[in-house]
């Protein structure tokens, strides 16, 4: 279901892998889809890496929390509308940096592993074909993550965190 490919040796392998493993399989699942049928390829790699990839495919050289390709176009035709089903297996590949993910997760006051578990939902839901650049999607897709979450036992990812212990 999720091949995690480790280029820095500052993530627990370990503890990411599982926990790719089950956001991967709670999300496919609550979003209506099989997880034993779709592949995903997850790069846990660190900033300078995921600035060379956001500079490569977005024009953007600096250190970001996650980014996606969908193997596919899937994205909705209307703003806020239903997105195509998935017709390949591979849905995508996910990146994720670790430095940033971590210091944004003390920045916000919320446990790492609560931080990463949103950002492979998010990822995963972009693979699916969500996004966020619209109101009406970004609305949408911050539903499902909610959602998601929820189901995971985890807070609200937009509401901000007052009490640390809750993240």
């Not at 009406?136 to 609200?156: H, K, T, V, Y």
């Amino acid at each position: 279901m999720i091949d995690v490919i480790f280029e820095s040796d500052l993530w627990d392998q370990p503890a990411m892998t599982a926990l790719a493993v089950r956001v991967a399989d709670v999300t496919l699942r609550h979003m209506g889809h099989d997880p034993g049928v779709y592949e995903i390829a997850l790069l846990a790699c660190n900033d300078a890496r995921i600035a060379e990839l956001n500079g490569d495919f977005r024009d953007k050289p600096s250190a970001t929390n996650v980014l996606s390709w969908p193997s596919e176009e899937r994205g909705a035709d209307t703003p806020g509308g239903p997105v195509h089903p998935p017709e390949d297996e591979e849905l995508g590949d996910i990146a994720m940096a670790f430095e940033t993910c971590a210091r944004e997760a003390a920045d916000q006051g919320k446990e790492l592993e609560t931080h990463l578990t949103h950002l492979l939902c998010h990822g995963i839901l972009h693979l699916l074909g969500y996004d966020h650049i619209h109101g009406a999607d970004a609305e949408q897709m911050e539903n499902f993550e909610r959602q998601i979450l929820d189901r995971m036992g985890l807070p609200d990812p937009y509401e901000e965190v007052t009490d640390p212990k809750r993240a």
